[in-house]
């Protein structure tokens, strides 16, 4: 059994910046393709980053990139992301997500790549 816990999440003024935690149980997480998507009231999950087993290979989202930032210790089964310079429309239920097995000539960015889901952290940006 997989579980993904997110934390991190709060209220923050925009312009500010906020760091999510995801840890994962499972012997197997270094092999994982880990990725982060979040889903404001009334729309859709959408993808936010993602970062292949070796952290090598790094995603984003365009509404993201040069503000946030992804990164992985395997050593701790944890996934970070670190979000900077927030927007107001940053604010959404952020998710971390697990794809076991390869990614090559997957769309990591699409929701149904990714068997194991978090429960989510809320974050908020105020004006």
């Known amino acids: 059994q997989v579980q993904l816990v997110e934390s991190g999440g709060g209220l923050v003024q925009a312009g500010g910046s906020l760091r999510l935690s995801c840890v994962v149980s499972?012997?197997?997480?270094?092999?994982?393709?880990m990725g982060w998507f979040r889903q404001a009231p009334g729309k859709e999950r959408e993808f936010v980053s993602a970062?292949?087993?070796?952290?090598?290979?790094?995603y984003y989202a365009d509404s993201v990139k040069g503000r946030f930032s992804i990164s992985r210790d395997n050593a701790k089964n944890t996934v970070i992301l670190q979000m900077s310079s927030l927007k107001l429309e940053d604010t959404a239920a952020y998710y971390c997500?697990?794809?076991?097995?390869?990614?090559?000539?997957?769309?990591?960015?699409?929701?149904?790549?990714?068997?194991?889901w978090g429960q989510g952290t809320q974050v908020t940006v105020s004006s």
């Open positions: 997500a697990a794809r076991v097995g390869s990614t090559m000539g997957r769309d990591i960015s699409s929701r149904s790549e990714y068997e194991y």
């Open positions: 499972g012997r197997t997480f270094s092999s994982y393709t």
């Open positions: 970062l292949t087993w070796s952290g090598s290979v790094l």
